[in-house]
């Protein structure tokens, strides 16, 4: 009888072979065989040799390495949405008066991409409305949803005890940032309340607010509603700040 080997498969010298017999059939036909190093045979079963050859191929594969090549270009393009001056900015503001005189004004800097925006303002007790003092606007053509938030605070004011003589006014100051479409209002006695047509949010704490979607070429007035109550204790030797940012985005999901 012949015999005709076709594949071999060694794993730590000991091989396995598939046998074709090529003159005879017999019991051994279509069966696989170990033979060792003394030359004797054994049958394997099949799956037995699968298990094998699946190990070589892993043990061939483990230390390969694919590189699929990639690129990431920028190509960056103008501000959609930017800042911009309105009619009261850097306009006349409250006091000023000291031993040198000197004008306060209703100080707005815009970076000179308009992409920063800063604003002082120089209130006093009561309720003060500081109207358009900036801009933002969206020269693309399409909307943008707008988001602010409030990063860092120290704005907290408080009358302990109230000083004034309305006993409905509140002891609690009341800081907000205003966005502005077309329309705003003040309502209620003695203190103010401010209502605009998109949307305002609080200076005197932390966190993320939606503002509305600024349509293409749309624009919204800026504005700053301010009260402090009367009895405050000591406002004009501390300067308060809010540190912000305002966020757009061209889709609907909430900035992280």
């Not at 059939?25 to 696989?32: E, H, I, L, T, W």
């Not at 503001?93 to 991409?113: H, M």
């Not at 309502?187 to 349509?215: A, E, M, N, R």
Request: charged share 15%.
């Amino acid at each position: 009888m012949n015999i005709d080997i076709r594949d071999r498969i060694c794993i730590n010298r000991l091989c396995i072979y598939k046998l074709f017999l090529i003159k005879k059939r017999d019991k051994m036909s279509g069966n696989n065989l170990i033979v060792n190093n003394n030359g004797r045979k054994r049958r394997i079963a099949t799956p037995l040799i699968a298990l094998l050859i699946a190990v070589v191929i892993s043990i061939a594969f483990a230390s390969v390495f694919v590189y699929y090549p990639m690129a990431v270009t920028l190509q960056p393009v103008e501000e959609p949405i930017y800042f911009v001056e309105s009619t009261n900015s850097n306009q006349n503001d409250l006091g000023g008066i000291g031993r040198v005189y000197t004008s306060n004004t209703i100080s707005v800097s815009i970076g000179s991409n308009g992409t920063s925006l800063n604003i002082t303002v120089h209130p006093t007790y009561q309720t003060a409305v500081y109207k358009s003092v900036a801009k933002i606007v969206n020269r693309d053509q399409k909307g943008y949803d707008v988001w602010i938030n409030i990063r860092w605070t120290n704005i907290s004011i408080t009358a302990s005890p109230l000083g004034s003589t309305f006993s409905t006014q509140d002891s609690q100051s009341n800081i907000t940032i205003c966005f502005v479409g077309s329309s705003r209002s003040t309502s209620g006695f003695p203190t103010p309340g401010y209502t605009v047509d998109v949307k305002c949010v609080s200076l005197q704490s932390t966190g993320l607010t939606k503002i509305g979607s600024l349509p293409a070429g749309g624009s919204w007035d800026i504005d700053l509603y301010v009260y402090i109550p009367e009895g405050a204790y000591d406002i004009t030797s501390t300067t308060y700040t809010a540190l912000i940012h305002l966020i757009y985005t061209p889709s609907g999901e909430t900035p992280p």
